[in-house]
């Protein structure tokens, strides 16, 4: 009987030790999946960010291209104007020519 107490105790002490490693194994499994989630989620930030620095610099170099777009119809027409002011003049000119 005396030996039963002793081998009660220490199968309990076994079961309770064991017990804790597994709490320990599942405590750290937990730890480090929260760890990886927080990685890969400073790393999609970081992509985000790079993404919009891309998109950002993309959108500067669409609107330049726009205003120099803009800017050369705008030379353009102004040119057209100068062209009908002349060839007007030009008419004009000939029409004096021709009652002369």
Do not use: F
């Amino acid at each position: 009987m005396k030996y039963a107490k002793y081998l009660t105790i220490a199968v309990a002490a076994i079961l309770t030790i064991a017990c804790d490693k597994q709490k320990t194994a599942i405590e750290e499994d937990k730890d480090a999946t929260k760890e990886a989630i927080d990685l890969r989620k400073n790393e999609i930030d970081a992509d985000a960010k790079e993404a919009i620095k891309k998109t950002d610099a993309n959108a500067k170099i669409d609107k330049a291209m726009i205003e120099a777009n803009k800017d050369s119809m705008q030379a353009q027409l102004d040119a057209n104007k100068r062209i009908a002011d002349a060839e007007a003049e030009a008419a004009k000119a000939k029409v004096d020519a021709e009652k002369k």
